[in-house]
């Protein structure tokens, strides 16, 4: 992707990268899994990636590190998912364009429809962390081939 961004774009590609977890990572899942219920697939996550940064695809995707998820988990509270009060979500990530990303008690995965958490209105997106992941895939791709990475 960086190979030819430069010369498709007209400036040179930010940070575009998968970060291996460190132990601080796997400290800070670790006490998320703790403190509220986080989907098995998105503790498993955090054991090994400490983040994604694809600041120049599209208007980038983000999936932040379980440091930041359980900061924005003790300072802001979980995330409402639906209308059963149990149902409640972590931000996980959020794409260049203002969107935030929620993982659902169940592993569901949604996205805002506005840039605001005050009263969300959410889209599900993808049925667990993994089909996530993979249309975050899908989107790197599609953004290689023609430099449009789709709507998610």
């Not at 996980?92 to 840039?115: C, E, F, K, M, W």
């Amino acid at each position: 992707m960086t190979g030819e961004f430069e010369h498709r774009h007209g400036f040179p590609p930010g940070t575009n990268r998968v970060r291996p977890a460190d132990q601080d990572d796997q400290a800070a899942a670790r006490t998320l899994v703790q403190v509220t219920p986080t989907p098995a697939d998105l503790a498993t996550f955090y054991e090994s990636i400490g983040d994604v940064t694809w600041a120049d695809v599209g208007s980038g995707y983000f999936l932040d590190p379980a440091g930041d998820v359980l900061m924005r988990l003790q300072e802001h509270g979980a995330v409402d998912v639906g209308t059963d009060q149990k149902a409640h979500g972590l931000v996980i990530g959020s794409n260049g364009g203002g969107l935030i990303y929620v993982a659902g008690p169940d592993g569901a995965v949604y996205r805002t429809r506005t840039a605001s958490l005050d009263e969300p209105e959410l889209n599900k997106v993808a049925d667990n962390l993994r089909q996530f992941l993979e249309l975050l895939e899908r989107s790197l791709t599609r953004f290689n081939a023609d430099g449009d990475p789709g709507h998610l």
